[in-house]
């Protein structure tokens, strides 16, 4: 059986028989240019309403970093027929429950609560994008909890900068060389609210946005409640992205930094990488499995198990829009220091670019990668989340279907060259990470 898999990535460019079934859906615009996209699934009376919006961080001013993260909380300070807390407490009265999350490049809101109550979400969603409730005290409240958030997931947290410093020793020119929690508590703290409207009214409009609903609907009667609801919100400008283009990285940036709250060495390597709509970042992805993904990875079995010079490891991609990042993060062992740690860490890249990964280490990556898209997929949360990050990531929800057969049709080949190619030290970022305090910086 094995021997017939491996024929099969060596003799043919055919994508395995996996049986992955296509994501069904239907999409339509409204004239205001808000995009709706329905999922039908009777499986189960439920439904999940997903308000996508395409602002992440990168569109902020360098000058007021933070402020697509602060609407994530802002948004659920009421609106004019919906005020106060009343948006979380409606839908918790309905047996529902909501969330929101912000990323680099797009901000998604969602809400999942019994199918007959969708007229509810509908209502509030509607209600919010049309307009919030601008006041001092609310941005007041917002601007206390993100400083507060600020400092207990980055400043006071072990290792919490890492994410801080990385980036914009990645990046020099592009926004992506700031967080989403943004560069610093200032930009937040000095955040007017005349700012703060002219935000919200340029990027939550409703031609940025798509409307996703997924489950146990009836798409005529949707579509007729979508229309009161959402048709009259005024469209926001026509925006033109023009982001800063990041010019090509030629040698290896290296940084050391000291923080007395993390307790043991560590190391970030920051490779240069495509944006996720290249033909390569599947690849790129599948390399952070194959470094560390599970304890039976490369890196994991090497450095934790075998030489037991580290005490975790981990790797992932930034999934950007634009050229983004793939990070790899090694925590030293206890009385171990980097200079135990990295050759053994340059042996296993090197490895990597050498001899490529096993058919038996793709198969295991494939058989991943397919659990989780199954898993996502079981509930409607999933599905409507699946198809938003395929609109506001790729530009078009169809990407559903068609993008997970680029990761299927990977063969071990493919890994090899992208780990030639992009896993290279001239490309990359490094930071030093080192408990205590800089010393000779005394």
Known sequence: MWIAAMLLYVFSDAPADTGLRR??????????????????????????????????????????????HLFEHFMFEGSPNAPGNTFDRLLQEAGGENNAYTTLDYT?????LPAHQLELALFLEADRMRMLDFSEENLANQRAVV????????????????????????????????????????????????????????????????LIIAGDI?????????????GDIPRGPELVRSYPEEPPQEEERIETFYDPASPLPAVLYAYKIPGVAHPDYPALEFLTEALAGGKSSRLYQRLVYEKQLALNVGAYTLETVDPGLLILQVVAAPGKQLEDVLPALEEELERLRRDGVTAEELE??????????????????????????????????????????????????????????????????????LPGSDKAGE
């Open 218 to 230: 009836d798409p005529k009667q949707v579509k007729e409640l979508v229309a009161r609801y959402f």
């Open 108 to 112: 998604s809101y969602f809400e999942t």
């Open 147 to 210: 400083q507060e958030e600020y400092r207990q997931s980055y400043l006071n947290r072990p290792y919490g900068q890492a994410y801080l410093r990385i980036l914009p020793l990645a990046f020099r020119v592009h926004p992506y060389r700031w967080p989403t929690i943004g560069a610093t508590l200032e930009h937040i703290a000095q955040a007017t609210l005349e700012e703060v409207k002219e935000f919200f009214f340029r990027y939550y409009r409703p031609n940025n946005a798509a």
């Open 23 to 68: 994501l069904p859906f239907e999409t339509h615009q409204l004239a205001n240019g808000l995009t709706v996209i329905l999922h039908e699934d009777h499986s189960t009376p439920i439904v999940t309403v997903n308000v996508v919006y395409r602002v992440g961080s990168r569109d902020e001013s360098p000058h007021r970093t933070g402020f697509a």
């Open 364 to 433: 295991k990556i494939r058989n991943r990668y397919e659990t989780q898209l199954y898993q996502g997929r079981q509930t409607t949360r999933g599905k409507a989340d699946e198809l938003a990050r395929a609109w506001a990531q790729l530009g078009d929800p169809e990407a559903v279907n068609s993008r997970p057969m680029d990761y299927l049709r990977l063969r071990p080949e493919d890994l090899q060259r992208v780990a030639q190619r992009y896993l290279v030290p001239q490309r990359r970022s490094v930071l030093r990470y």
